[in-house]
């Protein structure tokens, strides 16, 4: 384990797999909204689930239909009632998806936007 702390070639090696998993990630969440901001359809999807991630996190799960098929989606939002009594599933949501890929998607929460706390790269 010493030579493991001791050695320059490790802590590059762990550090350049880890920038390479931040900017794959980052492009790909691009590659995704910028195919939603460019081929950018309309539907209205429902609210399915509302689930608890840790203390300060919550996600709310959505679905939509494009062409008879189903997809979809989750969205990190902060807590509201909705948590306790359920009563946000099956409230209709605005969704934004790529014409080219449809599993791509943004959401507009309606009236529990301003619970959002995902961030899209581009609208």
């Not at 910028?34 to 996600?59: C, L, P, Q, W």
Request: hydrophobic content about 35%; proline content about 2%.
């Amino acid at each position: 384990m010493e030579k493991f702390k001791e050695n320059p070639f490790w802590k590059k090696f762990i550090f350049g797999l880890l920038a390479i998993a931040i900017i794959g990630t980052t492009t790909y969440h691009l590659l995704k909204d910028y195919s939603v901001k460019t081929n950018k359809k309309h539907v209205a999807g429902k609210i399915t689930d509302f689930e608890f991630i840790n203390m300060a996190r919550y996600s709310i799960g959505y679905e939509y239909i494009v062409d008879n098929k189903k997809y979809d989606g989750t969205v990190g939002v902060e807590y509201f009632d909705c948590y306790k009594n359920k009563n946000c599933i099956g409230y209709e949501v605005d969704v934004y998806y790529s014409s080219e890929n449809p599993k791509f998607s943004q959401v507009d929460l309606r009236k529990y936007e301003k619970y959002k706390t995902t961030v899209y790269l581009i609208k």
